[in-house]
Each structure stands twice: as structure tokens, then as C-alpha cells.
């Protein structure tokens, strides 16, 4: 049995969500540009670990008990919103200063802080489970064969690495990393302000 009408519906469906601009999008730019294009990359690997990690879930049916363990939810929505907030006000923070952020001089160190940053970005979003089971369940047929919910992973983590790597790649590039550097004070206020304003979003939703 072909199961590509259904991985192509998916994928054409997920595309068009994942580039929509969100705290994922702006926490890639952020580190392409005044980090390093290895910096960017490692932020889409956290991003790409989480979005497997919420895939997952939501196949495995964990994603109803998100719904029915609602302070669970409210667990994880606030954690998110505090890390976002927290986020957006550190580069507030040194955009007043007007200084560079600082970082770890150690590459190991940084690596792992830029990983991280994309993975708790990404995970600290609940709703993602509900998301990707309704996405599922309108283009998975009910008791899906495991290759096909193995191949559906495989599609949705691609396409969420392949377009933040694009993004990280395109933002380090030379050109664009030498004009940020000219009013990388501005551009931060402006992140750090969108961060906290998708935090306190995040806080007040329901």
C-alpha cells in the first residue's frame, strides 16, 4: 500500500505552518547572526529534537492525557512562558547596555546553550501535542501501520530542521551578519521585545 498521498497532504501541511514566524524563527535568527552559522544550525538541531519529541507523543496518544491532565499543561505553559520572557528581557538587557551578550568562550559550552536554547524554546509550547494529534488524525488513517507513523515523524522533523537550517544559513551569511552588527542594538530591542511579548502571550492564553 502507498502511503506517499498521505506523507505529501502532511508535508504540504506542515511546511506551510513551520515557516510562520514564531519564538522558534526569531531565537535562529538571533544566534545566526550574532553568534555563528554553527550556532543557528545547533538551535534548528534543538528545535528539530523537540518537534521529535512532541511527534511522538502525540502518536503514542500521549496527547489526550495533555488534554485530561490539564494542570500539566498549565505546568509547561507557564515554564515556557517564563523562559520566553526571561529570554526577550536578557536581550533587552543588553541592548540598553548596548554591549555584546555575554558567551561562553568555551565552543563545547556554547554548543550546548545554543542547542538548548532551541530545544526549550520548542518544547515550552503544550499545545504542540494537541496540534500535531488533530494534524494527525485528519491525515492518518485511524490505527495507522507503524511504518507509516515511523515515515510521518521522518517528514515533519525533516522539513523542521531543513527550514531552520535554511534560515540560520541564509541570516550568517556575511551580508546579512555585517548589516546586523551595524544596528544590532535596535534588532535586539526589537527581538527581546517580541520574546517578551509572545511569553506573556503564552502566559495569559488558555
Known amino acids: 500500500m502507498s502511503y506517499l498521498p498521505q506523507l505529501l497532504a502532511l508535508a504540504g501541511v ?29 538551535v534548528a538541531l534543538g528545535i528539530a529534537t523537540s518537534t521529535t519529541i512532541w511527534v511522538v507523543v502525540s502518536l503514542v496518544g500521549l496527547g489526550v492525557l495533555f488534554a485530561r491532565v490539564s494542570w500539566l499543561v498549565e505546568v509547561i505553559r507557564i515554564i515556557g512562558a517564563l ?27 556554547r554548543s550546548r546553550s545554543a542547542w538548548r536554547v532551541g530545544f526549550l524554546t520548542d518544547i515550552s509550547n503544550p499545545k504542540a501535542a494537541a496540534f500535531f494529534g488533530s494534524l ?22 525533516l522539513i523542521t530542521l531543513c527550514w531552520y537550517s535554511a534560515v540560520a544559513c541564509f541570516f550568517s551569511l ?33
Not at 147 to 156: D, G, K, N, P, R
Open 136 to 157: 494527525f488524525a485528519v491525515f492518518l488513517p485511524a490505527h495507522a501501520a507503524l511504518e507509516l507513523q515511523i515515515a510521518s515523524i521522518f517528514v515533519v522533523v
Open 83 to 109: 523562559y520566553l520572557t526571561y529570554l526577550g528581557c536578557k536581550m533587552l538587557w543588553h541592548a540598553h547596555r548596548h554591549k555584546q551578550t555575554d558567551e561562553p568562550k568555551d565552543t563545547t559550552v
Open 174 to 206: 556575511e551580508p546579512v551578519a555585517r548589516g546586523y552588527r551595524r544596528i544590532k542594538r535596535w534588532i535586539d530591542y526589537v527581538t527581546g521585545g517580541i520574546l517578551v511579548a509572545l511569553g506573556v502571550r503564552l502566559a495569559v492564553s488558555k
Open 14 to 42: 506542515w511546511a506551510i505552518v513551520v515557516i510562520s514566524p514564531g519564538p522558534d524563527f526569531v531565537a535562529t535568527i538571533h544566534h545566526a547572526v550574532s553568534r555563528s552559522r554553527r550556532d543557528g544550525l545547533l
